[in-house]
């Protein structure tokens, strides 16, 4: 499938997924909460704390910081940032409660501080000029990219840095065909290794399409430039099946 240009592509997906966003993602997260981690260990094939390693290569921290992790989830960016430098004031933002919790339980069994709020990302609850780092791992395709990353831009002080990570739409339609395939029984055999609710059994097929409609790393980058970003810098890795980006806010810190 081909998705439809960039310069509409947030409309098409919108009208297409607004409906799982807004009723179903809850309920998927709730389910698969508990065992989160374990099946991305899983269906990564074991390279789940590389990914995670490669993307916190990207991220440049200073002490003292106040950093923002959105859609946190369990709090892997978090807690990576503070075993890093534990100096930094990190908050956590996620809709999901019981992706939450189990990340507070994660942070606390380590001693850590992660101060967490339970909001819809959309409309972040923090003040303009706030943040010298926000992060975002592995949701952008679930979100209404342009609204959520303009808020981010918002939130961050001049001369903040964003770092995002995410799974893109390989440019390469060969890749994309065996990507694809590589999923759908990641999909199915994690959610029969941990027998997964029928809110994650339902929402299978919407994780591919979700990804036919999102974005490769050229066209995000794009989007960050669009949207006000400067010093626009991304990297893939496995042929664009995965990418890197970092965007600076314009200004003097």
């Not at 097929?205 to 669009?226: G, N, P, R």
Request: net charge positive; with cysteine.
């Amino acid at each position: 499938m081909n998705p439809p240009p960039v310069v509409t592509r947030e409309v098409a997906r919108e009208e297409r997924f607004s409906l799982v966003w807004t009723r179903e993602l809850n309920q998927v997260f709730a389910d698969v909460a508990p065992y989160y981690d374990r099946a991305n260990y899983v269906a990564s094939l074991g390279l789940w704390d590389w990914f995670l390693s490669k993307f916190m290569a990207t991220v440049d921290i200073r002490p003292g910081e106040r950093v923002l992790d959105v859609c946190a989830g369990t709090n892997a960016i978090g807690i990576a940032l503070l075993k890093r430098e534990p100096t930094l004031e990190v908050h956590a933002i996620d809709r999901s409660r019981e992706m939450q919790e189990v990340g507070r339980q994660r942070a606390e069994a380590l001693g850590l501080r992660i101060r967490s709020t339970i909001e819809d990302v959309h409309a972040l609850p923090f003040p303009d000029n706030h943040f010298d780092v926000v992060t975002l791992q592995f949701a952008s395709r679930h979100l209404r990219v342009k609204r959520v990353w303009g808020e981010m831009l918002r939130v961050l002080k001049p001369g903040g840095r964003f770092y995002h990570c995410d799974m893109l739409r390989p440019a390469n339609r060969s890749v994309e065909t065996l990507y694809y395939g590589y999923l759908r029984f990641c999909l199915w055999f994690t959610g029969f290794v941990f027998r997964s609710g029928q809110a994650a059994l339902n929402c299978k097929q919407y994780f591919i399409d979700a990804l036919q409609m999102f974005y490769s790393a050229e066209e995000l980058s794009h989007v960050l430039e669009e949207l006000g970003y400067c010093n626009v810098t991304s990297r893939t890795v496995f042929s664009g099946m995965m990418g890197f980006h970092r965007a600076v806010k314009p200004g003097q810190p």
